[in-house]
């Protein structure tokens, strides 16, 4: 988009474009989402930036109406250089354990220097600084929308200290925390937030989806809502999230034990119910490829699993068996193996479970048993690992059960599981088109594909 088009989205305050721009206006020395409620300003008087922080750079203060804070996140396909984007993906995914630019750059593979002058030629910002706002709008968040007292949201936004807190967002949002909340709200143990997407989003083929491969106790699903328990060595809890069409968002009750890893919780339940896509970018770009060989879903989404690891154990149970097959098998293992801290809540196995079970409950050959328990050593082994081709090496996981984890354990968009027989038997019903030039979005390919045998 350029600045024409940003002029025509301004106008037509269509939640299409929301998040993928934001307007200044220099009368009033505010930057808006292109949605806001406020009153149409002059063409004269207003200023476009892609990014937030760029506004927020050149002086201006979010908006109290729209608030800029909380519109659907960037696409993770935007054209800009790969280092770069991954650098900005690793700071937007987890507040609560700041790296080192020399942490981040070996983490990416190159010299610190040259991740800082990369960040800052395509996004305008140095890695610091955009790592301190992204904390401040977060924070901003959670004080117009949560009862969590300020303290508790200082170091839900990856802040050592009340003081550095209050002295970061009086310079980067230019107010006091203490002035965002109008009113004190009783203290509750839920956390209550809304979570925006760019409509249309399909939630009857998302519903549809998961409840075929819900497993109980661990999710639960309403006609309306989606909801699961989550585990880490750091924290544990659960979310339920409310789909509201008329709101363009869902809204999220979340309990968890340690509320400073709330932002990466949130990134994941972003990530699970695939709310920062641009369907109708993904859907424009497909329907240019495919010559008509299907017909599209409108607002298809990617389904995505909590973690890596639960998705490569649910993609070995599924191998070579039914969709109602794998649930079972799934089922049976949280079953015996879930991990049951309380009377309340159970959680997936954990790598450490399913490693030291003989998996006995299984009637399956021990190849596939060994297979489970080789990818549950490996990731006792490896718990931070993050290419999933690594998993190649493992006997009895094979290029089929690593694409899977990585279409839903890490929602990558671009991840065409051309070996699945329900792909098989769609592509074959339909004349042939080169799925090569549906990249970058042959993952939503993917679930189109389905699609066509429901």
């Known amino acids: 988009m ?3 088009h940003w002029q025509h989205a301004r106008q037509s305050r269509d939640h299409r474009f929301d998040g993928l721009f934001f307007i200044a206006v220099k009368s009033t020395g505010i930057y808006c989402r292109p949605i806001c409620p406020a009153p149409t300003a002059k063409e004269h008087n207003v200023e476009y930036y892609q990014y937030a922080h760029s506004a927020a750079q050149a002086g201006f203060r979010p908006c109290i109406r729209c608030r800029p804070d909380s519109a659907p996140g960037s696409s993770a396909w935007q054209g800009v250089k790969t280092t770069a984007l991954r650098a900005k993906q690793l700071l937007d995914s987890n507040f609560s354990e700041p790296q080192s630019c020399e942490k981040l750059a070996d983490r990416l593979g190159v010299t610190s220097r040259y991740l800082r002058r990369l960040f800052s030629q395509h996004f305008g910002i140095s890695i610091t600084q955009y790592r301190i706002f992204n904390q401040c709008h977060f924070a901003k968040r959670l004080l117009q929308e ?8 200082a170091f839900a936004a990856g802040f050592n200290s009340i003081r550095r807190f209050n002295d970061a967002f009086l310079q980067q ?3 006091c925390p203490s002035k965002m909340r109008t009113s004190v709200k009783p203290s ?27 497993i109980t106790p661990i999710e639960w699903l309403t006609e ?35 509320p400073r890893y709330l932002h990466p919780v949130l990134m994941i339940i972003r990530r699970v119910l695939d709310l920062d896509a641009d369907t109708t970018l993904i859907e424009s770009h497909l329907d240019e490829h495919i010559n008509d060989a299907i017909s599209l879903t409108k607002g298809l ?29 799934v089922a049976l293992l949280v079953s015996e193996l879930g991990d049951k801290q309380d009377n309340e809540h159970i959680y997936f196995p954990t790598p450490d479970a399913v490693a030291a079970s003989e998996l006995s409950f299984f009637k399956m050959p021990q190849a596939r048993k ?17 290419d999933l081709d690594e998993w190649l090496e493992l006997k009895g996981i094979g290029p089929w059960t690593v694409n899977y984890a990585k279409l839903r354990g890490q929602s990558q968009p671009d991840i065409l599981l051309d070996g699945d027989l329900g792909v098989k038997k769609a592509q074959a019903s339909a004349p042939h088109f080169d799925t090569d030039s549906c990249s970058p979005f042959r993952s939503y390919l993917t679930f189109q594909l389905w699609q066509q045998l429901v």
């Open 224 to 258: 309306c809502s989606y909801g699961r328990s989550f585990k880490t060595e750091l924290y544990q809890g659960q979310f339920t999230a409310r789909f509201e069409q008329e709101k363009h968002c869902f809204l999220v009750e979340i309990e968890i034990s340690e």
């Open 188 to 214: 509750e143990s839920t956390i209550k937030l809304k979570l925006p997407f760019r409509p249309p989003y399909n939630w009857q083929a998302l519903h549809q989806f998961l409840a075929k491969r819900l």
């Open 146 to 153: 949560t009862s969590l007292p300020i303290a508790d949201i």
């Open 2 to 4: 350029d600045t024409r």
């Open 370 to 386: 060994n297979a489970l328990r080789n990818l549950a050593e490996f990731c006792v082994q490896h718990p931070h690992c993050e």
């Open 173 to 175: 949002l230019h107010i």
């Open 301 to 329: 989404r990617l389904p995505g699993i909590w973690s890596s690891f639960e998705a490569g154990i649910r993609a070995v149970l599924g191998q070579q068996v039914s969709v109602t097959a794998a649930h079972n098998l």
